[in-house]
């Protein structure tokens, strides 16, 4: 992610003097380096921007630098903001308004108007948020000193989100089936997604995957073997049922990449004419090599569950289903019929062999593991309302299994849900929150909530603050806002 880049631009005029704005440029440098070190993206200051002509200048630089995702603007002084419209009009990408300072605390000894006119942030900060909420720009304001951690944490999350929405655009499912019959919650309109979320969205018939398959050989077989053995140990004597999977996973790959470069997949139990098994294990390796998955044709899992990993830096995340519930202790327990990424493995996987009551193939070979714990983490989903697309954002709590799961064939993770049981269950029901979800111990709450403002989407967060009956009114207001301004 440190490959991308977010342009510092600084706001001020002409006003004060050369000597007023070579500090400012100083500071804007000095400001950026420091902000930049602690930033998962690189953070370059830009330009101190004076005009209107300057602005535009800036802006045309921002959206035609492929490796920028964003920009944080900041007002060192006074900064007239009808010269930022024509830019800010221009602007194709996501914007963080700092509202900081060079100087954490007031000189208050030697304070005199020299200081006042170089150091008015509070003063520009206001005259530039003005125009940006005039012009109705769903940005992100970011307050505190420039070294403050707090402040730090929040901009983090803004440029991961920043990074997540230029990968976004990226993104191209492949699909090698139809979503599942009769199943409601994985549908969506796939145009309106490419539309607002640059989601491209493709389907295969199976064949074309089987004509890889049989391409596989023998020694590329050996290879991947040979990857398997190093990361996970094999718990079964049946191991061409492995080397099935293994064959599967080569020419998913392949294929991905020979179309054009497929980062989501989606398959279905029951669309499988020329496969022996399920893609179990060969889905739960590939997911831990950055390809999004989605069961029973779910796009927008396979989708959301790419542009998360990316965020995440390829760690604790993955496709997760709630599927079980303990309703003594108040826990999920959750998994999939078999394809659970090995990044929520907290024990090292083992590679077994069992039988799969549904899809009427053959034995399939899967990763099986204890999920990790972790006192904070998100479960996701986005959900189709017909007219838009809804994020729903849970926080959630990973727990280490209660007992032990010996007859459990899958991998799986286990949680309690925000703000309890009882309402976390039901304000996820009422916002229409999926079955299908994709799950993170290494994004926020905040991360989340920043890439959905982004995209430009309803959101709905349920988190410890969460009160059911107030939910349920936001839930309305929000269908409300959110039907008008489509
Ligand atoms: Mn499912």
Redesign the pocket.
């Known amino acids: 992610m440190k490959e991308k880049v977010v342009y510092w631009l600084t706001g001020s005029q002409t006003l004060y003097g050369a000597d007023v704005l070579e500090h400012v440029a100083q500071h804007s440098q000095e400001m950026a380096d420091y902000v930049n070190a602690k930033m998962p993206v690189t953070v370059k200051y830009l330009t101190t921007c004076k005009s209107s002509d300057e602005v535009v200048e800036a802006v045309k630089r921002v959206n035609s630098d492929d490796s920028c995702v964003g920009i944080i603007t900041w007002c060192h002084t006074f900064s007239p903001a009808k010269m930022w419209i024509k830019g800010l009009r221009m602007l194709q990408k996501p914007m963080c308004h700092f509202a900081t300072q060079y100087n954490e605390k007031l000189p208050y000894d030697t304070i005199d108007m020299d200081f006042m006119n170089e150091n008015q942030a509070a003063h520009g900060d206001r005259e530039f948020g003005y125009i940006v909420t005039r012009l109705r720009m769903d940005n992100k304001v970011v307050v505190g000193y420039y070294k403050d951690e707090e402040a730090l944490k929040e901009l983090s999350a803004w440029c991961k989100a920043a990074a997540g929405i230029a990968f976004s655009k990226t993104v191209k499912v492949c699909r090698f089936s139809d979503n599942m019959r009769d199943v409601a919650v994985t549908e969506g309109d796939k145009v309106e997604a490419h539309i607002n979320l640059g989601w491209q969205v493709d389907y295969y018939p199976i064949g074309d995957l089987v004509e890889y398959i049989q391409k596989v050989t023998e020694k590329d077989v050996d290879a991947m073997m040979a990857e398997y053995g190093k990361k996970y140990t094999m718990a079964t004597k049946n191991v061409e049922a492995v080397r099935e999977q293994a064959k599967y996973e080569i020419a998913i790959d392949r294929f991905c990449k020979d179309k054009g470069g497929y980062i989501g997949i989606v398959d279905h139990f029951g669309a499988l004419h020329g496969l022996r098994q399920l893609p179990g294990l060969a889905i739960q390796d590939l997911q831990s090599k950055g390809y999004g998955f989605g069961?029973?044709g779910?796009w927008k899992i396979a989708a959301l569950g790419a542009v998360m990993q990316y965020m995440a830096g390829q760690k604790g995340t993955g496709l997760m289903?709630d599927y079980t519930y303990d309703l003594k202790d108040g826990l999920c327990l959750g998994a999939?019929?078999l394809e659970v990424s090995p990044l929520f493995a907290a024990t090292k996987p083992e590679i077994q062999v069992h039988p799969l009551g549904i899809g009427g193939k053959e034995d399939p070979a899967r990763l099986v593991f204890e999920g990790i714990a972790s006192p904070e983490a998100v479960a996701v989903s986005m959900i189709d309302m017909g007219d838009r697309l809804r994020l729903i954002v849970q926080k959630i709590e990973l727990v280490k299994y209660p007992h032990k799961m010996p007859n459990l064939p899958v991998g799986g993770l286990m949680w309690k849900y925000k703000p309890n049981f009882k309402e976390g269950v039901a304000a996820w029901i009422y916002a229409g929150g999926a079955?299908?979800t994709v799950v993170s111990s290494e994004l926020s709450v905040r991360d989340m909530v920043d890439l959905g403002n982004m995209w430009g989407m309803e959101v709905v967060v349920i988190d410890e603050k969460t009160e059911i009956n107030e939910f349920k009114k936001q839930l309305l207001w929000s269908d409300q806002i959110w039907k008008s301004r489509i």
């Open positions: 069961a029973e779910d289903e999939h019929m079955h299908h």
